[in-house]
């Protein structure tokens, strides 16, 4: 137990860089996502799911809690009550039921899912790469803070866009009714 306690665990270094990503990051989730399949999906970005989908945290049934970020990242996602509901029973819930408490995106077949994931990708792909970074450190970083410091913490993201390519570009495009061609400058 000592020795657990003491070590830096790998996984938790693992789910901070997909969480901290410069880039959006997409799970698409099928079957199972239990325990560190679950924790693993709630450092993405987006989470989208498959009708067969189960996600849980069973990790009390085995008289532990999730280790990997599961009690911070889940309440945050779907609020303190939800999460410690699902945390202190260890239920499976189905994609439908993660999708109407806010844990899921989207729910769809699964033959469709790595399709719709793809396309989900692709027109976030087409939007401003500096914004998506911005955006995605503007949330991350906000909900660190209290939300007047967030606020704040988001007008620097957004004034230091006004000095890139793709704003003007962006702005450019808008003006001019055509869709922006973005340069990640």
């Given at each position: ?8 665990k790998p996984s938790h270094r693992a789910l901070s860089i997909i969480e901290n990503l410069p ?126 410091a967030g606020i704040r913490y988001e007008h620097q993201c957004f004034s230091l866009l006004f000095a ?22």
């Amino acid at each position: 137990a000592v020795e657990m306690a003491l070590t830096d665990k790998p996984s938790h270094r693992a789910l901070s860089i997909i969480e901290n990503l410069p880039k959006p990051v997409i799970a698409a989730i099928a079957g199972y996502a239990l325990g560190g399949g679950l924790e693993l999906a709630l450092a993405a970005d987006i989470r989208l799911a498959a009708d067969n989908a189960q996600l849980g945290l069973p990790e009390i049934k085995l008289g532990i809690i999730p280790g990997a970020g599961g009690t911070q990242r889940l309440p945050r996602l779907i609020g303190a009550g939800r999460a410690k509901e699902l945390i202190f029973t260890g239920d499976f819930i189905s994609a439908e039921e993660a999708w109407r408490i806010g844990l899921v995106n989207k729910v769809v077949p699964v033959e469709e899912l790595l399709a719709e994931a793809e396309k989900l990708a692709k027109r976030i792909a087409e939007r401003g790469a500096v914004a998506l970074r911005m955006a995605k450190s503007a949330i991350n970083e906000g909900l660190r803070m209290d939300l007047e410091a967030g606020i704040r913490y988001e007008h620097q993201c957004f004034s230091l866009l006004f000095a890139t390519e793709d704003q003007k570009e962006g702005m450019r495009a808008f003006a001019e009714k055509r869709k922006p061609q973005f340069k990640g400058r």
